[in-house]
């Protein structure tokens, strides 16, 4: 049985994309460069950027794998690709599964995903067509060099379902930053299956105290 994941029921993912979950540390550890996530009355923000010991060209596949976003989260029950709009735009049905304590809910999101130039990925949710009023996501995949790449990734996402208060904003927020932290390291697990995680971290640690 898949164990849920309430951050990708929001999501894609999500890559981009995108929602949140119950959480399991990932095996490997992308560097956190950036995270924040706030709420802004019913609107919950998300800005994260990650870097990780993987080719840029091999994280942007998985990412715009639309027919198998399920392989990247746990929480993902299925992906499927409605139509083609252009040979840059696709519309994606994602379904998601997962709790928060005692709060469980299926999501379906109906995504529209365009991939811009300069490394971008935008993605607007279709709300008439899914659970969330509003999933707007921006996604960077930039390359650092041949073997790294940075990830940006920022959201505004307004869920369409009732929240229970005993949850509580903070709780729901932190959980939305664990799943998109979580995602990009099975992105990275993914694209780098070699990859030692101690040794990942450790080069994470000193090219950014070197970059700084």
């Known amino acids: ?37 706030d709420q802004q009355g019913e609107h919950y923000l998300i800005d994260l950027q990650m870097q990780i010991e993987a080719p840029r060209d091999k994280v942007y596949a998985l990412i715009t794998d639309y027919a198998h976003l399920d392989r990247l989260s746990d929480s993902i029950q299925s992906s499927q690709i409605l139509k083609r709009i252009s040979a840059r ?14 709060f469980c809910q299926t999501v379906t999101q109906v995504q529209n ?20 009023k509003l999933n707007n996501q921006l996604w960077r995949i930039e390359a650092i060099d041949s073997h790294r790449t940075r990830i940006y990734y920022s959201a505004d996402i307004v869920p369409d379902f ?3 208060p005993l949850i509580g904003s903070w709780i729901f927020q932190g959980k939305l930053l664990e799943e998109a932290t979580e995602l990009i390291n099975n992105v ?7 990859l030692n995680p101690h040794t990942a971290a450790e080069q994470n640690n000193t090219e950014i105290t070197e970059e700084e």
């Not at 029921?9 to 560097?31: D, H, N, R, W, Y």
């Not at 990275?188 to 070699?194: D, G, L, R, V």
């Open 89 to 102: 735009e696709t519309q994606v049905k994602l379904v998601s599964e997962g709790c928060v304590l005692f």
């Open 113 to 132: 995903v365009h991939e811009l130039d300069n490394d971008y990925i935008h993605i607007m949710v279709e709300p008439t067509l899914s659970d969330v």
């Open 188 to 194: 990275e697990k993914m694209a780098n299956p070699t």
């Open 162 to 164: 009732w929240i229970p």
């Open 1 to 37: 049985m898949k164990k849920p994941s309430f951050f990708n029921k929001l999501l894609i993912s999500g890559v981009s994309l995108l929602g949140c979950l119950l959480f399991s540390p990932a095996s490997f550890s992308g560097q956190v460069v950036k995270s924040f996530v």
